[in-house]
């Protein structure tokens, strides 16, 4: 079987090459990598993220990753963003007022309330739009296929992305309010949970993204 090539977009933050090594242990030959042909020879890429949205923003810009991520998008390719790297895909982030997001998703992300603890750092029961309705998933999105109705999934966060097209959320968990869990904009998932954290559900996931991108190495 194909293991087909998945860029593992490396900014030099956080722990990056645990999200490349989640990927190569279901099928892929990801690599961790700022290199434009690499990137560009990719069957699908992935945008991981920890720590600060505008300390992140400026390490892709100065990676030079920027317009390399919009020219993936907009060429169709699987494409997936992971907790940081999901809210570096909005428009802007009330963590670092002023500073630029990639604006692939209209929107903004927000700080979950104050009536709860913050970060977030737990497992949560995933709400995923059109699972848990007596059909299984089999009308959710395919990056949800073959999971349980109502996955457990690993969160470590303080904000989270409110889309203004609220039809691109996909999966929500309950903490505090309604938390937006994972996007759908196109060709770009993204999920604000680590999959990678997340055991035998996180990597159900991230091996169905892994048969995405098989189907474009094909």
């Not at 009536?115 to 497992?123: A, C, F, G, N």
């Not at 349980?148 to 992305?161: A, I, K, Q, R």
Request: net charge neutral; with cysteine; glycine share 12%.
């Amino acid at each position: 079987m194909t293991a087909p090539l998945v860029a593992v977009l490396d900014y030099g933050i956080g722990n990056l090459r645990s999200a490349q090594k989640a990927l190569q242990k279901v099928g892929a030959d990801a690599r961790l990598t700022s290199d434009p042909a690499v990137i560009r020879d990719a069957h699908a890429a992935v945008l991981p993220g920890v720590g600060n949205f505008g300390a992140c923003m400026s390490a892709v810009r100065t990676a030079g990753l920027e317009d390399l991520v919009h020219e993936r998008i907009g060429g169709g390719l699987p494409f997936m963003g992971i907790c940081v790297g999901m809210q570096m895909l909005f428009t802007e982030s009330e963590e670092s007022p002023g500073v630029t997001g990639l604006d692939v998703v209209s929107g903004v992300v927000r700080y979950l309330p104050s009536s709860v603890k913050r970060p977030q750092m737990q497992w949560n029961r995933l709400r995923v739009k059109g699972g848990g309705d007596g059909v299984g998933l089999a009308s959710a999105d395919p990056m949800f296929a073959s999971l349980p109705p109502e996955p457990w999934m690993y969160f470590v966060h303080s904000l989270h992305g409110v889309p203004s097209d609220r039809s691109s959320i996909v999966a929500t968990v309950d903490y505090g309010c309604e938390v937006t869990a994972a996007i759908r904009v196109g060709n770009v998932f993204a999920v604000q949970f680590h999959p990678e954290k997340s055991a035998a559900d996180g990597l159900g996931l991230l091996r169905n993204f892994v048969d995405a991108a098989r189907l474009v190495a094909a």
